[in-house]
Antibody
Framework: EVQLLESGGGLAQPGGSLRLSCAAS????????MSWVRQAPGKGLEWVSL????????NYADSVKGRFTISRDNSRDTLYLQMNSLRAEDTAVYYC??????????????WGQGSLVTVSS | EIVMTQSPATLSVSPGERATLSCRAS??????LAWYQQKPGQAPRLLIY???TRATGIPARFSASGSGTEFTLTISSLQSEDFAVYYC?????????FGGGTKVEIK
């Protein structure tokens, strides 16, 4: 059974940092691209970032480019999102997602339960 | 950035009735489109990918069609568990973008 378990969310001050983790199990982690998708309270979905299966390719939404860094450790089956220079508008539930296939296009067939990040002073 | 526009924002439907949801892309995304369902307090679930292929375990009452810029999700006979918010997503161009969602509520 595929499982994605996010952790690391919480309260951060504006300008601060947080690192989210997503522990994956039930599939060959190193064979799939992974993404982070966020959802602000009461709002829709926003794709944040994607990383290729071996980490050689990354892409970001303009809203987080230069502030967030996606990475992965295939030896630990874990995905990360380092979030720096946090802003109030980064407040959201952050979901970890798995690609449907081991190649594009990037449909998301499994989602974690989400980790809430709140940016407030 | 490709803008995905979903309509209507809210759809009021009685159980057993048919629901038709629309999604429009600001430029062609070919068949690189997905539909997701999200219930309150839950993560989204993949319903449809490749514009018309049902994901594993998705009931046959969900069907979808379209290509290019116009897409449709149809729920043939709404069940109680289908009342939720539905999002389309294009995966053709970076950045990947979602529509604003259609809430399907009980009439």
């Amino acid at each position: 059974e595929v499982q994605l378990l996010e952790s690391g969310g919480g309260l951060a001050q504006p300008g601060g940092s947080l690192r989210l983790s997503c522990a994956a199990s039930g599939f060959t982690f190193s064979s799939y691209a992974m993404s982070w998708v966020r959802q602000a309270p009461g709002k829709g979905l926003e794709w944040v970032s994607l990383i290729g299966d071996n980490g050689d390719f990354t892409n970001y939404a303009d809203s987080v480019k230069g502030r967030f860094t996606i990475s992965r450790d295939n030896s630990r089956d874990t995905l990360y999102l380092q979030m720096n220079s946090l802003r109030a508008e980064d407040t959201a539930v952050y979901y970890c997602t798995k690609d449907l296939n081991g190649y594009p296009p990037h449909f998301f067939d499994y989602w974690g339960q989400g980790s809430l990040v709140t940016v407030s002073s | 950035e490709i803008v995905m526009t979903q309509s209507p924002a809210t759809l009021s439907v009685s159980p057993g009735e048919r629901a038709t949801l629309s999604c429009r892309a600001s430029q062609s995304v070919s068949s690189n489109l997905a539909w997701y369902q999200q219930k309150p307090g839950q993560a989204p679930r993949l319903l449809i990918y490749g514009a018309s292929t049902r994901a594993t375990g998705i009931p046959a009452r969900f069907s979808a069609s379209g290509s290019g810029t116009e897409f449709t999700l149809t729920i043939s006979s709404l069940q109680s568990e289908d009342f939720a918010v539905y999002y389309c997503q294009q995966v053709s161009h970076w950045p990947l973008t979602f529509g604003g969602g259609t809430k399907v509520e009980i009439k």
